[in-house]
């Protein structure tokens, strides 16, 4: 299991980062268990990102079933979000990549 | 209507970078019209990437509707799939990040 003082080095460490403007960790079942933005949205942007996981990954593996999904990067008009997915959990981070 | 001279010229400059190992154009449809890759291959990108590209922007609208997916890039262990969504095609390189 990750030990929580690894997340939370992981964590001070992007959001020291210039132009990162919210941070969440959510469990392998897709439910938040850390966040820097306010509960709903923290909700939202978990359960979408659990499904754009799951597309991401299906697609990796259709394409090549000894392959393995290991980031997303998805720039939008406002802003970037950024997925890493781990064993046990995933971390998401909305920043604003004029500022970083 | 997108000039086909246009994508011509993306397509010379993107297949001129080193470490691209493939490109799919696909219209709207997510049908390839244009691919360096063998046909199968060509169609089972194609289908992905546009479910993929639905996910993506469905997520995005779903987030804030005032915002817009403008490009996605995945990364592999094997390589990077990047995803460059236009008004009647998509892009679709896979590259190797390591000689990019």
Known sequence: MLQSNEVEEAIKRILSHK???GLVV????????????????SVQYAAQVTQLLDKSRSMIKELDSNNDLTFIRLRTKKHEVLVCPEKDYAMIVIQNPTES
Chains 1, 2 share one sequence.
């Open 26 to 41: 959510i469990n392998h079942e897709g439910i938040p268990i850390k966040s820097t933005m306010e509960n709903a949205l």
């Open 19 to 21: 132009g990162v403007v």
